[in-house]
């Protein structure tokens, strides 16, 4: 019997062409994780060389940098950058995960609480503080994600590390109730530095005042440079035309929404794109995006000594 002859495959589509380098400020819906959202960037890029600075959780929306081409060099400097979010807290109910995807733990009444009462704990959280991250965070034990050895069964205590919370206010309160019983939601606004939790943030505030705690909504409005006046949703991105790039900010002005700019001559640029060092009279300390005269990234550098040193090149000599 002869085999069944197999249906031409419709002829594919056109390719969109590739992205140029540079940086997306991608607006993140709720319900994505940080990995899908640089999925959907890849198709929508035409290129597998895309990442991101600094993981939002699924329930998280807002300001997410997502690095295309060379550009992912730079996401190293954006990831330890300082970060603003909004977010809302509810006193009076603990959940396991310290957000709205945990399971409850307790509920406790918290309708005596006022505005006042929050001023103390929340004075107490800000500036050089030392936080227990969430026992559901991604930070590895013993080359383990915490959280997958929560999932597991697995009892997680993490260490309490410094962190830096610039600004915590509280921008307004509402009583709320669950399950019949009195909590109270707290809007806030936060500053604070790499590595600081905002859940992590609720859950203490909910300690501090003996009622629990836990992050009910969160977004994220910048990143070092990058705010929600740059980003763009999923949305907009693919409304983009299938025979046009879809737009991403250059290599230069990504490196200057993240890092201080040392504009070069012409010589210190040639002498950069070498890898060679240049002189580093004025420049401060920590990495610096080195700009040649027309304007382009040449490379990121640090000071050494009496020169700067290009940590990664991005221009370099031909």
């Given at each position: 019997?002869?085999?069944?002859?197999?249906?031409?495959?419709?002829?594919?589509?056109?390719?969109r062409?590739?992205?140029?380098?540079?940086?997306?400020v991608?607006?993140?819906?709720?319900?994505?994780?940080?990995?899908?959202?640089?999925?959907?960037?890849?198709?929508?890029a035409?290129?597998?060389?895309?990442?991101?600075?600094?993981?939002?959780?699924?329930?998280?929306?807002?300001?997410?940098?997502?690095?295309?081409?060379?550009a992912t060099?730079?996401l190293?400097?954006?990831t330890?950058?300082?970060?603003?979010y909004?977010?809302?807290?509810?006193?009076?109910?603990?959940?396991?995960?310290?957000?709205?995807e945990?399971?409850t733990?307790?509920?406790?009444?918290?309708?005596?609480?006022?505005?006042?009462?929050?001023?103390a704990p929340v004075a107490?959280?800000t500036?050089?503080?030392?936080q227990?991250?969430?026992?559901?965070?991604?930070i590895?034990v013993?080359?383990?994600r915490?959280y997958?050895?929560?999932r597991?069964?697995?009892?997680?205590?993490?260490?309490?590390?410094?962190?830096?919370?610039?600004?915590?206010?509280v921008?307004?309160?509402?009583?709320a109730?669950?399950d019949?019983?009195?909590?109270?939601?707290?809007d806030?606004?936060?500053?604070?530095?790499?590595?600081?939790?905002?859940r992590a943030l609720?859950?203490?505030?909910?300690a501090a005042l003996?009622?629990?705690?836990?992050?009910?909504?969160?977004?994220?409005?910048r990143?070092?440079?990058?705010?929600?006046a740059?980003?763009?949703?999923?949305?907009?991105?693919?409304a983009?035309?299938?025979?046009?790039?879809?737009?991403?900010?250059?290599?230069?002005?990504?490196?200057?929404?993240?890092?201080?700019?040392?504009e070069?001559?012409?010589?210190?640029?040639?002498?950069l794109?070498?890898?060679?060092?240049?002189?580093?009279?004025?420049?401060?300390?920590?990495p610096?995006?080195?700009?040649?005269?027309?304007?382009?990234?040449?490379a990121?550098?640090?000071?050494?000594?009496?020169?700067?040193?290009?940590?990664?090149?991005?221009?370099?000599?031909?």
């Amino acid at each position: 019997m002869s085999r069944p002859e197999r249906a031409a495959r419709p002829p594919a589509g056109p390719r969109r062409p590739t992205a140029d380098d540079g940086v997306l400020v991608v607006d993140k819906p709720a319900g994505w994780t940080s990995h899908d959202v640089v999925a959907r960037v890849r198709r929508l890029a035409s290129t597998r060389k895309v990442g991101h600075a600094g993981t939002l959780d699924p329930m998280a929306t807002g300001v997410l940098v997502i690095g295309v081409g060379r550009a992912t060099r730079l996401l190293t400097y954006v990831t330890g950058a300082d970060k603003d979010y909004t977010a809302t807290v509810r006193l009076g109910v603990a959940t396991t995960t310290d957000d709205a995807e945990g399971e409850t733990v307790v509920v406790h009444d918290a309708s005596g609480l006022t505005r006042d009462d929050l001023a103390a704990p929340v004075a107490a959280l800000t500036g050089d503080i030392q936080q227990v991250p969430s026992s559901v965070s991604a930070i590895k034990v013993d080359g383990q994600r915490a959280y997958a050895r929560v999932r597991s069964g697995e009892d997680v205590e993490l260490a309490a590390r410094p962190v830096h919370v610039a600004r915590l206010d509280v921008l307004d309160v509402r009583p709320a109730t669950v399950d019949g019983v009195g909590v109270l939601d707290v809007d806030v606004a936060v500053t604070c530095s790499s590595g600081t939790y905002v859940r992590a943030l609720a859950r203490d505030l909910g300690a501090a005042l003996g009622v629990g705690g836990h992050l009910t909504a969160l977004r994220r409005t910048r990143v070092a440079g990058y705010g929600l006046a740059d980003a763009r949703t999923l949305d907009a991105l693919a409304a983009t035309p299938e025979d046009r790039a879809v737009a991403v900010l250059p290599l230069a002005d990504a490196a200057r929404a993240a890092l201080p700019a040392r504009e070069l001559d012409e010589a210190d640029a040639r002498a950069l794109s070498y890898g060679q060092g240049v002189d580093a009279t004025g420049a401060p300390d920590g990495p610096l995006a080195a700009l040649g005269p027309d304007g382009s990234l040449v490379a990121v550098v640090e000071r050494r000594g009496p020169r700067l040193r290009p940590v990664v090149v991005f221009s370099p000599a031909s």
